[in-house]
């Protein structure tokens, strides 16, 4: 495989759909793997910058007692009221890229390929190309709405309606697949989709 610069892979799916096992596979291959919401966890812990703009922004009712931002808390805050969804983004998001870019450069340095698991990578686009951030091919991972709905109830022990309301919350699958440039089948066991990664590592 010869190339000239480092190929970034922008990963992706939807609740359900298995991700974050593809993530892992593609881990055990040996490829790095910049992990969006591992980020997006790191930025706003106590010191970070983005802690104490949250705290300015939603009070410290959203705290534990340790002084560490609850995450559910803010996260029901939010889930309902898209301007307070806006603050947050506006907040958070800055700092999540700043970070991506400087775990792209820093990989870049040894790796020809470059992974980057982002749920929201197909809402988030734009502004993801407005901090300088673009994908040589997008990944998406792919299960069904009554997979996903099936393997929310079984991992989070939820009812069928608050399973379909999660699922319902984020773009469409199907919708995602207009991005998509690889599609990351995961409707069978555990063994067709290693397969299917191979293939797809494979062809790159």
Partial sequence: MTQNRTKIIG???GIGTGKSTVSKIIVKKGFPLIDADLIAREVVESGKPAYSMIIDTFGEKIL???GSIDRKKLGLLVFNDVD???KLNNIVHPQIYKKIKEKLLYYS???AIIFLD???LIEGLEDLREFGITFDEIWVVYADKE???KRIIERDKIDYESATKRVDAQLPIDEKLKFADVIIYNTG???ELVSNVEKAIEAL
């Fill in 11 to 13: 990963l992706t799916g």
């Fill in 147 to 149: 997979t996903q709905i």
């Fill in 118 to 120: 982002i749920p929201l």
């Fill in 84 to 86: 307070l969804r806006l």
């Fill in 109 to 111: 340095i040894n790796n």
């Fill in 189 to 191: 066991d555990m063994k």
């Fill in 64 to 66: 534990n007692r340790d």
